[in-house]
Structures are given as C-alpha cells and as structure tokens.
C-alpha cells in the first residue's frame, strides 16, 4: 500500500470509529453516565479548558509510566513508553516551532467505561507565520484518573509539513 493510501486508510478508520461511536452512545452530554464516566469526561474537559486558557493541558493527567501511541505513518508516530519520552520527543519540539500556541477546539467528547473518546480541531501559527491546522481523535484509557494509555489520530500531511518545515525553536 502506497503511503497516501495508508493515511486515508487511517483517517478513514478514525473517522468511522468516531461515527460509529457516536450512533452507538450519543454525545457525551445526551448520555448517562456512571461515576467513574463523568470523572473522566470532567478530567478530560478541563484539560482542554486549561489548555485553550494557556494555564495547562489534557498531559497534566498522564500517568508517569503512560503509553501513548501515535497511530499512522507520521514523522513521530510510534508507541511512547512514558510521558516524559512522548513530551520529550512529541510535544516540547512541536510546541518549539510555534509562534502563537495550538489552540484546541473540542467537537464531541465522549465515554465508555474506562476510556474517553475526544474528537476535536487544533490551530496555531508556527515560527514561519504559516498557520497549522489538523483534526485529532484521541482515545485515553484511565486508571484511578490518570490517564495510563492513548491513541492518537490525525492527518500525518499537515503534521508532518509543519515538523518539516519548521525547525524546533
């Protein structure tokens, strides 16, 4: 399989997951949920709050020893075995090239047990003044409200445009 068709492959998938989700449970504010749910769709909520305020993001709640995997064939994506290497190799770097910070914008959000499902927009401008813009869907596993494990989705193109690019900072 070519590399292009491996990428819309894979945001083919993430889409039809967040649809199906979506038919399956509803939004996360059209469904009950138990308490174990509503602590984490809060956990996660106010991550992106702080996030979109500049005063702190959804990492705040990773677990030391947290895996996050990103899914696909981008310049970053692999499984990292902490949060300190995904901060490391992932999130300083690309916070690096920016000259005005992602800002997100959540489009549903919504829970299954142990797991939150955030499906949202991100923008900022990088050091090059060329705005950065990609859609993410990120599926969190929690463990005692920690997130303990994450996949990540988006569109490698623009991701790996920017990385391109743009040096870090």
Known sequence: ?????????????????????????????????????????????????????GTGSPYDALADDATWEIVGNSAVSRVYTSKEDFLAAVIRPFNSRMLQRLVPTIRDIYADGDTVIVFFDAEGTALDGIPYRNTYSWFLTFNQDNIVRASAFFDSIAFNDLWERVPAG
């Open 1 to 53: 399989m070519t590399k292009p068709a491996a990428v819309l492959r894979l945001s083919l998938i993430a889409l039809l997951t967040v649809i199906l989700a979506s038919q399956a449970t509803g939004t996360a504010t059209a469904q009950r949920h138990d308490e174990v749910e509503s602590r984490n769709l809060a956990t996660v909520q106010h991550g992106f709050d702080a996030w979109r305020a």
